[in-house]
């Protein structure tokens, strides 16, 4: 199915943010969780799943060697990266995942992008890794080791000195966005990933 890249974005940009927190909710590995939501979808919910659940396994068999299902406790059972996971297939869980599922009954789970085909998690995985990073802050100059303040700001041949003002204040606001973790910044940031121009070759899913 194609779309246009801007919507898919828009209306997917939780997608991971969702799946982190079910999964740090439950102790559970986030792919995992990921096609836990697969099956859910495709088999129509909780009791359609827990019916195909060998079916769904085999499609796993590569990925997940050591997966599993318990019968009677409608668990699954895994070990993934040396850690034993275990995910009761309920009613709960399917609320939880219920915002990853509808994304994932619209768009599929799979995206095709810059030659690679990767889950929807692992595609904003990779758009998370592109966004803009500031690696050192400093409060003031206090804060700063002797080298960077020989770099940045006393060696006379290289460091400006320059006036800031009412009309810098725009630029400050645009650090925070980048760098800030309080609600607003967050938004903001989603808000700027949104109106990103993206163009249709970017993103085919």
Same mark, same amino acid.
């Given at each position: 199915? $194609?779309?246009?890249?801007?919507?898919?974005?828009?209306?997917?940009? @939780?997608?991971?943010?969702?799946?982190?927190?079910?999964?740090?909710?439950?102790?559970?590995?986030? !792919?995992? +969780?990921?096609?836990?939501?697969?099956?859910? &979808?495709?088999?129509?919910?909780? %009791?359609?799943?827990?019916?195909?659940?060998?079916?769904?396994?085999?499609? +796993?068999?590569?990925? *997940?060697?050591?997966?599993?299902? #318990?019968?009677?406790?409608?668990?699954?059972?895994? /070990?993934? %990266?040396?850690?034993?996971? /275990?995910?009761?297939? @309920?009613?709960?869980? *399917?609320?939880?995942?219920? *915002?990853?599922?509808?994304?994932?009954?619209?768009?599929?789970? +799979? /995206?095709?992008?810059?030659?690679?085909?990767?889950?929807?998690?692992?595609?904003?995985? %990779?758009?998370? $890794?592109? !966004?803009?990073?500031?690696?050192?802050?400093?409060?003031? +100059?206090?804060?700063? @080791?002797?080298? /960077?303040?020989?770099?940045?700001? &006393?060696?006379?041949?290289?460091?400006?000195?320059? $006036?800031? #003002?009412?009309?810098?204040?725009?630029? &400050?606001?645009?650090? %925070?966005?980048?760098?800030?973790?309080?609600?607003? #910044?967050?938004?903001? $940031?989603?808000?700027?990933?949104?109106?990103?121009?993206?163009?249709?070759?970017?993103?085919?899913?």
């Amino acid at each position: 199915m $194609r779309t246009s890249a801007k919507k898919f974005i828009e209306e997917s940009f @939780d997608y991971l943010e969702t799946l982190t927190e079910v999964s740090l909710d439950r102790s559970v590995n986030r !792919y995992l +969780l990921e096609h836990i939501a697969h099956g859910l &979808m495709i088999f129509g919910g909780v %009791d359609g799943f827990i019916k195909n659940v060998d079916k769904w396994i085999r499609t +796993l068999v590569k990925t *997940y060697p050591e997966l599993g299902f #318990d019968h009677q406790s409608n668990q699954i059972v895994a /070990v993934i %990266d040396y850690t034993d996971q /275990v995910v009761v297939i @309920d009613e709960s869980l *399917y609320i939880d995942l219920t *915002y990853v599922i509808n994304i994932q009954k619209k768009y599929g789970m +799979l /995206v095709s992008y810059d030659g690679k085909t990767v889950t929807i998690a692992r595609f904003f995985e %990779d758009i998370q $890794r592109k !966004y803009p990073q500031i690696k050192d802050r400093y409060k003031g +100059l206090g804060s700063s @080791d002797a080298k /960077v303040s020989k770099e940045i700001i &006393m060696d006379p041949a290289t460091r400006r000195i320059f $006036r800031v #003002d009412a009309s810098d204040v725009n630029v &400050m606001r645009i650090y %925070d966005t980048l760098i800030g973790k309080n609600k607003e #910044d967050i938004q903001a $940031r989603k808000e700027m990933i949104m109106n990103f121009e993206w163009k249709p070759s970017d993103i085919d899913t």
